[in-house]
C-alpha cells in the first residue's frame, strides 16, 4: 500500500542521499512543491508544460545535488527548490531570448527567494546532450550500465535479469558499452564542462 | 606509464568499479600517479560513469513524474449510476432524518400546555338567537356579554342549574383560566347528560374538559378523554381530536 505523506526535510535529504526509498522520497517532493513552484513558472511566462518539466528538471538537480552533498542544510528543502525552480526558469527564458519585463513575486509560498544557486544549475543543452547520448546507446547497452552504476546490482544479478550465459559475457559487454558511451562523451567537446559539473558539481 | 599496454584500460575500469584490491590496487594508483594520460582516461571513466547515473535519475524523476502528472491530470471518474444514485438517496434521507429530528427536538422542548390549548381553543358561541318567549338566562347574557366573573358570580348563586348554564360556567372558568373550576363545571354537565335523553352539550363539555385537563397538566385524563372523542364517529368534535394533537400531548407526559 503505498503511503501516502509528506517527509520532513532531513528524513527526505536522509533518504536522497542514500537512495533508500527514492520513489517515495521523489514522490514526496512532487506533493510538497509541485503546486506551488509550478504556479511562479505559469505566473511568469510559463506554460503548464513548461512549469512540469522545469520541476522535473528541478527535482533532479535537487537529487543530484544532495548526493553530492551540495546541500547541506543551510536553508530548508523548500526554500532551495524555489531558488533552483526560480533560476532554471529564468535561464530557460534568456535561452528562449525573451527575459521577463518584471518578474512577480511569489504570493502563494508568502517566501522570499533570496538564496541564490544559480552556480549549481548546470546548462540545460549540455544535460540534454548527456541524455541524448546515453539514450542512443542501445536498449542493451543502456540497460547493463543503469543496472550496475545507477542501480549498483551485481553481475550475478544483472545475468538473472539480463538471460545471458555467464557473468563474464556480462562484464565483457558491460565493459564494451562504457567504452562505447565514454567515446562518444570524449567525442563531444562541447560538453567538457557538463560532464565536469555532472562529475564533481 | 603507457596506457595501451593490453588489459589496462579493463584494469581501469575494474578500479572504477571497485574490483581491484591489494597489490593490484597499490600497483594502479602508483601507475595513475605517475601517468597523466592514464590519469585522463581514468577521468574520462569517472565523466562517463557520472552521465550514466545521472541518466539513470532522469529516468527514474521521469518516470513518476508520468505518474503524478497522468493522476493529476486524470479526470474524476463519474461514479457508477446506480452508485451515485444509492449515495444520494443516503444523503437526501439523512438530511431528512436530521431535519425531522432537530424539528422533534425543537418541538419537544419548546412545547407547552398553554402552546397546546391556544392553538386548540376556539371559544363557544352562543348560536341560537333566543325567541321573545323564551329569554335569555342571566348566565347566558353575561356569557355573550364576556362578563365571565358575573356569569360564575350569577350560576353560584344558584339561578340556572342547567346542563347549558354549568357549560357555560365551564367555558367562563376556562376564559378566566381557572382549570379547576373548569374541569368540575365540565364533569357536571357529562354527569347530567349519563342519564339525560337527548344529551344536552355533552359532546362540546368533553372537548373543551379535554383541553382543560391539558393546561391543567393531567395529560393521562386529557389522553383518555382525547381518544374516547376520536374513536366515536358520531362526535361533534371528533374532526378536531386530530393525531397530532394526541402525540403532542404525549410528548408533554413523556417530559
Known amino acids: 500500500m503505498e503511503v501516502n505523506r509528506n517527509l520532513p526535510d532531513t528524513e527526505l535529504v536522509s533518504n536522497l542521499r542514500s537512495g533508500q526509498r527514492m520513489d517515495e522520497s521523489i514522490k514526496a517532493i512532487y506533493r510538497s512543491y509541485f503546486d506551488s513552484l509550478g504556479w511562479y513558472v505559469m505566473n511568469n511566462s510559463g506554460s503548464r508544460q513548461d512549469a512540469e518539466d522545469v520541476f522535473q528538471e528541478v527535482v533532479v538537480s535537487f537529487i543530484d545535488l544532495v548526493q553530492k552533498n551540495k546541500f547541506r542544510g543551510e536553508s530548508t528543502v523548500k526554500t532551495f527548490l524555489f531558488s533552483l525552480n526560480r533560476h532554471t526558469w529564468l535561464n530557460e527564458l534568456k535561452r528562449r531570448g525573451r527575459a521577463m519585463a518584471r518578474e512577480e513575486k511569489y504570493e502563494r509560498g508568502q517566501e522570499r527567494v533570496e538564496l541564490d544557486t544559480s552556480h549549481l544549475i548546470a546548462d540545460r543543452e549540455g544535460k540534454a546532450e548527456v541524455a541524448r547520448l546515453v539514450g542512443e546507446l542501445g536498449e ?17 544479478e544483472i545475468l538473472e535479469r539480463m538471460h545471458y550465459e555467464t557473468e ?3 562484464r565483457n559487454k558491460k565493459y564494451k558499452c562504457l567504452k562505447q558511451l565514454e567515446e562518444r562523451l570524449n567525442g563531444n567537446p562541447a560538453l567538457k564542462q557538463t560532464l565536469k559539473n555532472l562529475l564533481h558539481g | 606509464m603507457d596506457n595501451s599496454t593490453p588489459g589496462m584500460s579493463e584494469k581501469l575500469v575494474e578500479y572504477l568499479d571497485g574490483g581491484l584490491s591489494g597489490g593490484d590496487k597499490q600497483e594502479l594508483e602508483k601507475q595513475l600517479a605517475a601517468d597523466a594520460v592514464l590519469q585522463q582516461e581514468y577521468q574520462n571513466l569517472l565523466a562517463t560513469r557520472a552521465a550514466i547515473k545521472y541518466h539513470g535519475l532522469q529516468q527514474q524523476v521521469a518516470g513518476i513524474h508520468r505518474q503524478v502528472m497522468q493522476k493529476a491530470l486524470s479526470p474524476v471518474k463519474p461514479i457508477a449510476s446506480l452508485k451515485r444514485k444509492v449515495k444520494y438517496s443516503i444523503a437526501i434521507a439523512a438530511s431528512i432524518l436530521l431535519l425531522a429530528g432537530t424539528y422533534l427536538v425543537y418541538n419537544f422542548y419548546t412545547l407547552s400546555p398553554d402552546k397546546i390549548f391556544d392553538s386548540n381553543y376556539r371559544a363557544y358561541e352562543l348560536s341560537t338567537p333566543r325567541d321573545n318567549n323564551q329569554p335569555e338566562t342571566p348566565v347566558e347574557k353575561a356569557y355573550r356579554e364576556r362578563d365571565y366573573a358575573a356569569l360564575i358570580r350569577s350560576h353560584d348563586a344558584g339561578k340556572d342549574k342547567t346542563p347549558g348554564g354549568e357549560f357555560l360556567c365551564g367555558m367562563a372558568a376556562l376564559e378566566l383560566k381557572a382549570n379547576d373550576k373548569a374541569i368540575s363545571y365540565f364533569n357536571k354537565v357529562i354527569s347530567a347528560n349519563l342519564k339525560a335523553s337527548p344529551k344536552v352539550l355533552n ?9 382543560a385537563y391539558i393546561r391543567n397538566e393531567d395529560y393521562d385524563y386529557a389522553l383518555e378523554l382525547l381518544r374516547k372523542i376520536k374513536e366515536d364517529p358520531g362526535h361533534t368534535y371528533r374532526e378536531k381530536v386530530t393525531n397530532k394533537l394526541i402525540r403532542q400531548v404525549r410528548m408533554l407526559k413523556w417530559r
Open chain 1, 140 to 156: 542493451t547497452c543502456r540497460k547493463i550500465l543503469l543496472l550496475f552504476y545507477y542501480e549498483n546490482l551485481s553481475m550475478k
Open chain 1, 168 to 170: 563474464q559475457v556480462v
Open chain 2, 203 to 211: 359532546d362540546e363539555a368533553e372537548y373543551y374538559l379535554s383541553l
